[in-house]
């Protein structure tokens, strides 16, 4: 792989900039100077540093951040801050996106990667991945209230599939659904003539929001962590 390519791929630089620390000799292969940006790597193999710090190559990356509210789940908009506003460029860089969709003003978990094929994966309807919400509703949920919702209702122009819902507190509770249909628990809870007045995903597809995990901050997603998420496709016949 060309020297460029590979910086350019992990975050580290754009493509220019690498050649430019080419000239100024910034740029390390097995502790040689490297002269020209296009320079074939071994780039699981060679060692490489880039002004000084030693670069790690990876194509993908994984990213578990406990969203704010108010944010879009996007990686630009003309208005309002971005989910991708809250990493650093260099994961900019490598462009990751957010797996999925959470509304603007419901929080925790989310996931960003870079890997277009499992966060397809991990979206498609026919492969039910759990999500699950902590939420306030507006007004008491009673038991006929909560098995209606649990055996799906119309929300317009869509009837819900089954899903979970525990109360811990006549207004609060949590739901486990298994798609991800625009403004779905809120629509959920209107079709029951309620209100969500909270909304915080804790799972996803096996993964849990940390709980030292504060609200705007994010971390890679460990080797365990990427593997349950990988299981939870597995175990629904699809390869990974
Ligand atoms: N359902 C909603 O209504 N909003 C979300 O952000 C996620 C699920």
């Not at 989910?83 to 650093?88: A, E, G, I, R, W």
């Given at each position: 792989m060309r020297l460029d390519r590979m910086l350019s791929e992990c975050g580290v630089a754009t493509r220019s900039e690498v050649a430019r620390a080419c000239r100024k000799g910034l740029v390390l292969v097995n502790g040689i100077p490297a002269t020209r940006p296009d320079l074939q790597v071994d780039e699981t193999t060679a060692a490489v540093t880039y002004c000084g710090a030693p670069v790690r190559y990876r194509k993908f990356v994984y990213l578990l951040l406990n969203k704010p509210s108010?944010?879009?789940?996007?990686?630009?908009?003309?208005s309002d801050p971005v989910?991708?506003?809250?990493?650093?460029a260099e994961y900019r860089r490598m462009g990751v996106f957010p797996c999925g969709r959470l509304d603007k003003y419901t929080v925790g978990l989310m996931l960003l990667t870079n890997d277009g094929d499992l966060s397809h994966r991990l979206l498609?309807?026919?492969?039910?991945v759990a999500k699950s919400y902590r939420f306030s509703c507006e007004k008491p949920l009673s038991e006929a209230e909560k098995s209606a919702l649990e055996a799906g209702v119309d929300i317009g122009d869509y009837r819900t599939k089954p899903c979970k819902i525990e109360m811990t507190a006549p207004c609060e509770g949590e739901i486990t659904i298994t798609e991800g249909k625009y403004h779905q628990i809120k629509r959920m809870f209107e079709a029951a003539d309620n209100k969500i007045t909270f909304l915080e995903r804790i799972s996803f597809g096996g993964i849990v929001l940390p709980?030292?995990?504060?609200?705007g901050h994010w971390r890679e997603l460990t080797e365990d962590e990427l593997d349950l998420l990988k299981k939870s496709l597995k175990d629904k016949g699809n390869q990974t």
């Open positions: 108010g944010y879009i789940s996007a990686t630009e908009d003309g989910v991708t506003d809250l990493l650093p498609a309807p026919k492969n039910h709980p030292d995990l504060e609200r």
